[in-house]
């Protein structure tokens, strides 16, 4: 079994500790809030962001980086990602040359329009940086509802690594190369979730989501190729699964940030009322940029940014989008 440190204490790092300590690793979990790391201690419970879910005994709290750091076969980066580059910045010190470092969180850093992996190299050029994304609400990882995800690493000697040491009879894990695409998906799927949770609050149906759903994967998918990325990572489980997840259910802080706005409530307010960081919202002006800096045709971002930024309502940027001019499905499909 292995040591493994998990650095954040949230709803995603509590669940995966959980999951890690129950599969019989050594496990040592960092925050830097004193009260959330005396709670955990306490309560063996993260009692405002995973209630009812009990933790292992087994497993040990800190508020000291270095302590959560040094020794550890394995590094979970459990942290917002608008937290990643600050705390892979206080992590450098103490990471040994190799160590694997595996981000779960999801998005991009609006000022340098990087994805996380991207980050934690600049920022700790020693370790290695992999990323494991999919559709997993940590309200369900952390009650054992089976849940598929999918690790991505460089080589695959890492990937098949983090895919044993987090595989279990409810917790499956596949592998891929294609980290670039991996992350991507799980930023952007944030903010066409924010849009399918709009047309929620503002009382649209199923045939509304499904068309967000699938125009969504449409723009990611057009957007993450020419970055890079591969279709094939797109239409798996860290693009159309997870954005599925996240645009449908209850657990979704993004979708239910954009049903508060398609009610009329202000970004700021719907972010207060959810209390967690909404991801999707720091990560649509990047996505913005991006197509602009790619010239990718994304109208579902564009308006997901006239709301949140530009004082559209949430029934504007839906009329723009149904008003847009006429398209072909699929133009490279030819006619008979």
């Not at 020794?71 to 910045?89: F, N």
């Not at 054992?144 to 895919?163: F, L």
């Amino acid at each position: 079994m292995a040591k493994i440190g998990v650095i954040g204490a949230g709803s995603w790092g509590t669940a995966i500790s959980r999951l890690l300590s129950n599969k019989g690793h050594e496990v040592t979990v960092w925050s830097i809030v004193e009260d959330e790391i005396r709670m955990l201690r306490e309560e063996h419970e993260h009692t405002s962001k995973l209630p009812g879910v009990k933790l292992p005994e087994s497993i040990v709290y800190t508020t000291d980086l270095m302590s959560a750091v040094q020794g550890k076969e394995l590094l979970v980066l459990a942290v917002p990602s608008v937290y990643t580059r600050s705390t892979s910045h206080s992590m450098a010190p103490f990471v040994a040359e190799g160590q694997i470092i595996v981000n779960v969180a999801k998005g991009i850093e609006e000022s340098s329009l990087m994805i996380l992996t991207d980050i934690i190299e600049q920022e700790i050029p020693q370790a290695n940086a992999a990323v494991f994304s999919g559709p997993s609400h940590a309200e369900e990882v952390g009650r054992d509802i089976p849940t598929t995800v999918v690790a991505g690493a460089k080589d695959r000697k890492t990937a098949e690594y983090i895919q044993n040491i987090f595989m279990s009879e409810t917790f499956r894990v596949y592998t891929s190369p294609d980290m670039l695409g991996i992350e991507l998906g799980g930023a952007l799927k944030n903010v066409v979730a924010l849009a399918a949770g709009a047309a929620d609050g503002l009382g649209c149906g199923d045939n509304t989501k499904a068309a967000l759903i699938t125009r969504g994967i449409a723009e990611m998918a057009r957007l993450g190729i020419a970055m890079g990325g591969r279709a094939e990572t797109f239409y798996g489980l860290t693009g159309i699964g997870d954005l599925i997840v996240t645009c449908a259910s209850v657990h979704s802080r993004n979708r239910k940030a954009g049903f508060l706005i398609g009610q009329g409530k202000t970004m700021q307010e719907a972010m207060d009322e959810v209390q967690m960081v909404v991801e999707g919202v720091y990560s649509a002006k990047a996505a913005k940029t991006l197509a602009q800096k790619y010239d990718i045709d994304m109208p579902i971002v564009k308006e997901v940014n006239a709301v949140l930024f530009e004082g559209k309502t949430a029934k504007e940027a839906l009329t723009e989008l149904m008003l847009r001019d006429r398209k072909i499905e699929h133009p490279q499909l030819p006619w008979t």
